[in-house]
């Protein structure tokens, strides 16, 4: 029997924009994955005190942003536990929740550049894949680490994604709207609404 695949894109989505849902199904559909979770962190250990926006938020207009799409699904696991919380702590949870499953881990080149600086990244990849996303651009390869990190490019799958040259960021999404610009298009219409009725960002 098939193992089902399961991906695990974990961010602050704040706010969610399109960006996001398009990396998702882009890299659901590339490595066939059978789901993607989205997993907001309440805590995000290296942007404490960046975030602009309170979990509650951020949670609501995630469930919004994805409604619809029967493959995309949010995991609170980073919600109702204490935090910070670390990628390799994340997915050793999930691995609880779904044994049988083949886990992807899914991130940006970016990401995979400053991997020998994650805290325990060595237990993050030995217990899932990297679903690396790489933009047209981009001087990556599967091996890059290995002298520091042994053995991480048989956990590593590069898929090339010209469209990311053009990439969206929460940052940009939320700058636009502080300056009082227009992010139709870069936001799910729900999200935008949302956005609107209790004057986020703004």
């Not at 207009?61 to 536990?81: C, Q, T, W, Y």
């Not at 091996?143 to 048989?154: I, T």
Request: aromatic letters at 8%.
């Amino acid at each position: 029997m098939k193992r089902a695949r399961i991906g695990i894109l974990g961010g602050t989505f704040d706010p969610p924009q399109m960006g996001h849902l398009i990396l998702a199904e882009y890299s659901r559909e590339s490595l066939q994955m059978d789901h993607i979770l989205f997993v907001p962190v309440a805590d995000h250990p290296v942007k404490l005190g960046e975030m602009r926006l309170p979990i509650k938020h951020r949670l609501t207009m995630l469930e919004l942003a994805i409604k619809g799409n029967p493959h995309f699904s949010v995991s609170r696991v980073d919600i109702d536990r204490e935090g910070p919380h670390y990628s390799a702590d994340t997915v050793s949870v999930i691995r609880e929740q779904y044994p049988d499953a083949e886990l992807y881990f899914v991130m940006g080149g970016d990401n995979l550049r400053s991997l020998p600086t994650w805290k325990r990244a060595q237990d993050l990849y030995r217990c899932c894949r990297l679903a690396v996303m790489k933009r047209a651009d981009e001087k990556i390869a599967p091996a890059m680490h290995d002298h520091v990190l042994p053995g991480l490019s048989r956990h590593v799958d590069i898929v090339d994604v010209p469209m990311l040259s053009m990439w969206l960021s929460s940052t940009f999404v939320a700058e636009r709207l502080r300056d009082g610009l227009s992010v139709r298009y870069l936001v799910p219409d729900a999200v935008l609404a949302y956005i609107d009725d209790y004057d986020l960002y703004r």
